[in-house]
């Protein structure tokens, strides 16, 4: 028995099914988490999310910015990108069911592994603020207005990158988004927790007066290994209890795995089949 967590797969369904039989992934026997945006961009989203969906006894998952914004294009709140590669999700005759699935998603995981140790999973990272539990509970909030019947005011007001900054008496949607955005999308922030959304690109480039989100001294979720994805430029990364596992599949680099239980890390190559040929 053993419990992996694997980095974003964006619809790279073809690497999604190498990297499982390199581990002999065992759906009886073994518990898999993934970290986020399971979906878009990539050619297999449609079939990543279904394999999700038939695998509940043994998948966890938390939802990514792409995952949201897949709900938000599906309603039709959003427009696609040009990049999107979600229409096969929308078009297919049970992709209301998967969509729903993937709504009832929480956006954070504090579970314990086989030899009892605790872990937390979100896709991009927590606020210095915020202790484990504080975090779950703050998810929590999101989750219900995700699962409430108006979820489309949420999904409609999600977006945008204010406020940039946690404070405790934050209320509506400005709370809601500072949770979605701190969850989904941050990579870095100041030593308060200004938040900046912005830069995607590697460590060494950092703008001044910003740090990597685990980085922050006194950060109050530093003693819970906290599983994430969502830097791709990042790569794999393990710094303060924190292991970062998006290697970029989709842009030709790897797809990742760590096994909770051993720290092993296994990875697979991407697959040119998961990329979708760019309109001409
Ligand atoms: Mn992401």
């Not at 006894?57 to 294009?73: E, I």
């Not at 406020?163 to 989904?184: E, H, K, S």
């Not at 922050?216 to 791709?232: P, Y």
């Not at 303060?240 to 890390?265: F, K, P, Y």
Request: proline content about 2%.
């Amino acid at each position: 028995m053993a419990t992996y967590a694997i980095g974003d797969i964006q619809g790279c369904y073809n690497a999604f099914i190498a990297l499982l039989n390199q581990l002999q992934f065992n759906p009886k026997a073994d518990q898999l988490r993934l970290v986020g945006d399971l979906i878009n961009r990539g050619g297999g989203s449609l079939e990543v999310l279904r394999w999700c969906y038939q695998h509940q006894s043994c998948v966890k998952v938390v939802l990514g910015n792409h995952d949201l914004h897949a709900l938000a294009v599906a309603h039709e709140l959003k427009k696609a990108h040009k990049s999107d590669t979600l229409h096969a999700i929308i078009d297919a005759h049970d992709g209301t069911e998967l969509l729903t699935w993937l709504r009832n998603q929480p956006l954070m995981l504090v579970d314990r592994d086989e030899h009892q140790n605790d872990y937390a999973v979100i896709h991009a990272g927590l606020l210095p603020q915020w202790s484990i539990q504080n975090a779950l509970a703050y998810a929590h909030e999101v989750e219900a207005a995700l699962q409430a019947d108006d979820y489309r005011d949420f999904l409609t007001q999600m977006y945008g990158n204010t406020p940039n900054i946690w404070q405790d008496d934050l209320i509506g949607m400005d709370r809601l988004r500072v949770i979605t955005n701190a969850m989904t999308r941050m990579r870095i922030c100041r030593a308060g927790g200004e938040m900046e959304f912005a830069f995607k690109g590697e460590l060494q480039n950092v703008p001044a007066g910003y740090m990597p989100w685990f980085k922050v001294a006194n950060r109050q979720s530093q003693a819970t290994k906290i599983l994430c994805g969502h830097w791709s430029a990042l790569g794999l990364s393990q710094h303060n209890n924190v292991i970062s596992l998006d290697t970029g599949c989709l842009w030709g680099g790897q797809l990742t795995a760590i096994c909770l239980e051993t720290a092993v890390i296994t990875q697979v190559q991407h697959d040119a089949r998961d990329f979708v040929a760019k309109p001409v």
